[in-house]
């Protein structure tokens, strides 16, 4: 049966073959049937490659062992490799994703984009899902804009299929990538679309979800606005709803994690009776003992805050085995963190200390890891381009040996007569080669800006990740600093002037010091600073300095038109502000003005900033430089700008910045 369909697709082949091969037997008598030999192998390779690549396809389809669908992949992947089948390899690089998506979620991501041009090209049916998993591992990772981008495309691809159930996930999952982005707002309104067609859809555990995500996102809102009452009452009605129908639809999982929220909402209301109350119902959910750490922390803290110490102290022990035998590290740094406060509020400051000293090796050393991971990650990516630009150069390399081989055929076969049809062939495959080897030079050079595009998104969410360790390593043990102060201020009885000034002097030096960190994170979190952005921002440092000196008058003068089309580097636009800061300082200590000016003009390519006072002025040849000036110099020479001070006695104060 099989040589009868291969005679039936090869006789068209054969009828042009004739006449060449007639034409070339007074030459080659013997060619005829060589060429004949040869055409039947090739097409009965075809024909059996074929069969066992449908096979094996369905075959893998019906797998629901990982590792067994990894190396049934790879050898179909060999095979389609041998056969140069590419039409498949969409299927086999989506297979193998699914392999590793729970054991290695990088390398399912390396394959999920190799499959994405071939599945995009030959088999969108496989999109649907596609695209959502790799949304899934980019959250996991942490990286928002590609899980955002990935998500968008697959709701992009069900909508127009009107594939509904994959529309209603998808939409619901965007809500909670904003969620992760602290777009609280964006999660609620994605949210509520796919409550909408969860609801049409009569699909009660996707309705659960999208409550569960709504009764969030309001929690969070809650907490941002200084605990709002109504915003709180928000998240525990969609809370309790979730809770309410996930259970119903027996999906305990979900019901228990509800629960604990719920909990937390209450704790965070103070009405510790109630929370307790959904803390306890979501301990009782039977199982799911590796995520009970967290809730076993939570319950803690109400006995802690409700003055049960004994209890406390029983369920925090309990919270520390069961994140010690499931290695949920996360949730033993929280457990350590309340044990710290325990320790304190019993007035056990040895056992805070270790505990506190517990909490921060472990912060650190999680910290450590997810850097590690994401230089090992950065690495892999860097290799796989690496060799992906290799494969490229070889493909081009051979492409061009090809042409010259059949370049040297052409001269034969000219030799015996057929220069016109060879030559023709020739040609054509001149010209397809051609063709390929721009296509290959265009890819090389997408690829090349692709790989630039995502270094600096890397770099951007570096210094996102960084301006953000900052504020929450840094600025938290600072907090922490001031909050010790103020508790051995009040908590004993300091009846030494000298060390109540020298603690004062430290929370003040603290406080400051916060405020700096502030500004810095505001200039890490800009590519590029605006002349509005500094105008905002010395703005609400004059306002400040209103509060503490309400006779001076300050204004803020330009004459751009247009204050957000001027642009600095970050670093610049830092060095300004602070030179601002520290001539406003020095005016408002200092001087005795009535007046203070800052102005920003630009004269053809140069930007003038000046500092202007009424004040007493001083004598420049006789006034040393202090820390201020001299540290207002030296922001100017690190941005290649000129720095003039100019002052009189009694006549004020003129600092004038050049750049």
Known sequence: MLLINFHKRASVCFVVL???????????????SVLSFILFLVFLNQQITAQNLDVMIDDLSHESND?????????????????EDKSSLGIVYYYLAIANDQTSPSKALEFYKKANPYLETYHQEFIKD?????????????????????????????????????????????????????????????NRKALKLAKKLKDSMAIALCYG??????????????????????????????????????????????????????SKLKDYKKAEEYTLKSLAVPGFEALKGVTLVNLGKIYLETGRYEAAKKILDSAMRNTLTYGTRKYQLEAYYRMHELDVKKGDYKNALKNYIDYKSIEDSLLNETKTKQIVEFREQYKTAEKERQILMQRAEIAEKNLTIQKQNYEIYSAIGLAVILGLIGFLFYKQQQLKNKQLKKENELKD????????????????????DLHDNIGAQLTFIISSIDNLKYGFKIDDDKLTQKLERISAFTTSTIYELRDTIWAMNKAEISLEDLHSRISNFVEKANLTSDS????????????????????????????????????????????????????????????????????????????????????????????????KKQEGTCITLTF
């Open 552 to 647: 001076v008058h300050f204004k803020f003068l330009s004459n751009m038109s247009d204050m957000a089309q001027c642009k600095f580097s970050s670093v610049q636009g830092m060095n300004i502000y602070r030179i601002v800061q520290e001539g406003l300082n020095n005016a408002i200590k200092y001087s005795e003005a009535k007046h203070i000016t800052v102005t920003f003009n630009r004269e053809a390519d140069v930007n003038k900033m000046t500092i202007v006072d009424d004040g007493k002025g001083f004598d420049m040849v006789k006034v040393q430089s202090g820390n201020g000036l001299n540290n207002m110099q030296k922001r100017a020479a690190e941005m290649a700008a000129e720095i003039q001070i100019d002052s």
């Open 213 to 266: 995500r709504i009764g969030i996102a309001y929690d969070e809102l809650a907490e941002k606005d200084n605990f709002n009452k109504k915003l709180f009452d928000s998240a525990l009605y969609y809370n309790i709803k979730a809770a309410k129908l996930s259970e119903q639809s027996g999906n305990l999982g979900f019901a228990r994690t509800t629960y604990s929220n719920i909990g937390n909402s209450y």
């Open 449 to 468: 800006a692709l790989i630039k595009i995502e270094t600096q998104n890397k770099l951007q969410e570096q210094r996102l990740r960084i301006s953000r």
């Open 18 to 32: 004739k006449g060449l091969s007639n034409l070339m037997l007074f030459l080659y008598p013997r060619m005829k």
């Open 130 to 190: 596609a695209y959502y998993r790799q949304a899934n591992i980019h959250t996991l990772f942490s990286e928002f804009p590609e899980a955002i981008k990935m998500a968008l495309k697959s709701l992009e691809y069900n909508q127009i299929q009107n594939n509904e159930a994959e529309v209603q996930r998808d939409m619901s999952y965007i809500g909670y990538i904003h969620d992760r982005m602290y777009e609280f707002k964006a999660s609620i309104t994605w």
């Open 67 to 83: 590792s067994l669908i990894q190396v049934k992949a790879e050898n179909l992947l060999k095979l389609i490799n041998k056969n």
